[in-house]
């Protein structure tokens, strides 16, 4: 971000090299792939949680998360450098990062590492919607009916009342994505296809502009509405004070025991 608003400074012109030209759509491209496909892999996760109740542990990081983290982060390493081939400055000095590439290498990206991606979140979040609608309607705490029956439910019921509050902070985050990153994914499709298209460097300045305000609220949205995220965040920070509290004590002490001794001898 600051490298874009000194970008947006100089703008149309873009002042800082090829190089970092070409860095810049490298990190771009990594960071924007790896925020959509972490998003469909929460989707995916929370469709997990909601089908299969009885073998989710949310307080559990298995290797298997390990595994997929990883794999998402190689993945959209692979994307940016992929990207660092196909941008670079032009001869009157634009970088490409405020244009399109050409359509046949662009439409990789944004096919597999964006609109595939998406789709996936919106298809798993229809489901989440539709299954956790259905159990509403099938989960019974108050009649009598119900009474022998709470026992055996109560993890699948528990675990469905989480899941459903899960599923409103990722609908929000989605919402958020869509609003504010689908602008600049359609714009560079249509830009990647038509050559010369009206305003186009104003337009690619306000809707990157935009996916950055969804990037930079997801965190936000995310702690507002997940009570476990602000949990452990606090938990961390506590931590890091309790250790800064002790470092400096056990300091301290040292120069304490060190007069000490001097003042002895």
Known sequence: MPIEAAHLYYSPIWPFGKVL???WNTFFATFASLSVCTLCAIS???????LRPFRYDSSEISVKTLIILVSLWIYAFLSGVYSFFIWDV???????????????KAAPILI??????????????????KISHKQEKNICLTTVNCSNKINS???RIVSHLLVRKSTVTLGLLLGSFTLCCMPFLVFHIIDAAVEHLPNRLYVSSITKWLFFVCSSSNWALYGLLNKD??????EIVGNMMFFRKNRVAFVQNQELTIRVTISNK
């Open 90 to 104: 032009d001869e009157e000095g634009f970088c490409f990062s405020d244009l399109s590439a050409p359509f046949d």
């Open 112 to 129: 597999i590492n964006v609109l595939l991606p998406y789709a996936t979140c919106l298809v798993a979040y229809g489901k989440i919607f």
């Open 21 to 23: 030209c070409r860095l």
């Open 229 to 234: 995220y602000r949990k452990t965040m606090m």
């Open 44 to 50: 995916a996760e929370r469709l997990w949680a909601l």
């Open 153 to 155: 439910k109560r993890k």
